[in-house]
């Protein structure tokens, strides 16, 4: 239950196209969903967040969508460029601590 | 925006050494902080929560005794892995967050490798 289930594991995408991250989660009690982006030796950086009240947040090309009655999430990022080649992590926030998606490799080529 | 700093990047040392890692939240107090262990192509695994004034709560299979934490400040979490050996070798990061279902920041991590 308190798994964050996270597809795909590795993605390739164009220049220009849109890249979709989907997360699935199990725990209702979860209130807070965020994604972060992280860079080879680099910590995690928060991205863009949402919580369960709201289906859709958009913020610049990076957009989450929330399906709460389906328990799903994903990040879509428009117009991707070679600068978002990173490994991204959805994430679950319960009362006392994140449990983070397996994440996707994400390469964007020119 | 709200910065985590860790100190240091990178430690190499031999095997038997204890080597201590510190978390600073620079423009916020944070009550919590977090220490996880990243290795190459996974994701992020939680070790403990490391509470302000109280003993950190570590994970079910992360050895207490291994992995000293100390949280002594609203600032600052220490992580100290105590007489490392290789296995031990990994990417450690923490984070620190502002209360329950705040956005937490992540430091950028220290690659620890035991000879």
């Known amino acids: 239950q308190q798994q964050v289930k996270q597809s795909p594991q590795s993605l390739i995408v164009q220049k220009g196209g849109i890249s979709i991250i989907n997360c699935a989660y199990e725990?209702?009690?979860?209130?807070?969903f965020p994604w972060y982006q992280q860079f080879p030796g680099k910590g995690p950086a928060l991205l863009i967040a949402i919580r369960p009240d709201v289906s859709e947040k958009k913020e610049g090309r990076f957009t989450i969508s929330f399906n709460k009655s389906a328990k799903q999430f994903s990040l879509h990022i428009m117009d991707s460029q070679p600068g978002d080649s990173a490994t991204y992590f959805c994430?679950?926030?319960?009362?006392?601590?994140?449990?983070f998606g397996t994440g996707t490799r994400l390469q964007v080529f020119p | 925006g709200a910065v985590v700093s860790q100190h240091p990047s990178r430690v190499i040392c031999k095997s038997g050494t204890s080597v201590k890692i510190e978390c600073r939240s620079l423009?916020?107090?944070?009550?919590?902080m977090f220490w996880y262990r990243q290795f190459p192509k996974q994701s992020l695994m939680l070790m403990a929560t490391s509470n302000e004034g109280s003993k950190a709560t570590y994970e079910q299979g992360v050895e207490k005794d291994k992995f000293l934490i100390n949280h002594a400040s609203l600032t600052l979490s220490t992580l100290t892995v105590t007489s490392a050996h290789p296995e031990d070798s990994s990417f450690y990061i923490c984070?620190?967050?502002?209360?329950?279902?705040?956005?937490?920041?992540f430091g950028d991590g220290t690659r620890l490798s035991i000879l």
């Open positions: 984070s620190a967050g502002q209360g329950v279902g705040q956005p937490q920041h």
């Open positions: 994430a679950a926030s319960g009362p006392d601590k994140l449990i």
């Open positions: 423009d916020f107090q944070a009550t919590t």
């Open positions: 725990n209702t009690a979860f209130d807070y």
